[in-house]
């Protein structure tokens, strides 16, 4: 059975820092790169990070450049993000993903998993 399941959401105030966590169960990980997306209300989810299935390779969305670090650990079936000088901007539910990937070829259609998500709200 497949499980993504994220942990460390919470209040911040802006400035500060959180990191969210997203353990992983039912697959091969290291077989899969793994996606950070939020979704605001009112906004369409949109990917914040992304990191291949050996961490070689990590891209982020332009706005939490230099801001976010995603990293993972396959030993743990966990990815991380390390999200600093938090803004009210980076409010929203804070999902997990994984897609199956061969090669840094990604399918789909082979693997595409979700967590459940979780709430970060940074607010004074």
């Known amino acids: 059975q497949v499980q993504l399941v994220e942990s460390g959401g919470g209040l911040v105030q802006p400035g500060g820092s959180l990191r969210v966590s997203c353990v992983a169960s039912?697959?091969?990980?290291?077989?899969?790169?793994m996606n950070w997306y939020r979704q605001a209300p009112g906004k369409e989810r949109e990917l914040v990070a992304a990191i291949s299935g050996d961490g070689d390779f990590a891209k982020y969305l332009d706005s939490v450049k230099d801001r976010f670090t995603i990293s993972r650990d396959n030993a743990k079936n966990t990815v991380y993000l390390e999200m600093n000088s938090l803004k009210a901007a980076d409010t929203a539910v804070y999902y997990c993903n994984a897609v199956y990937c061969v090669n840094y070829k990604c399918e789909p259609s082979r693997g595409d998993y979700w967590g459940q998500g979780t709430q970060v709200t940074v607010s004074s």
């Open positions: 039912g697959f091969t990980f290291s077989s899969y790169a």
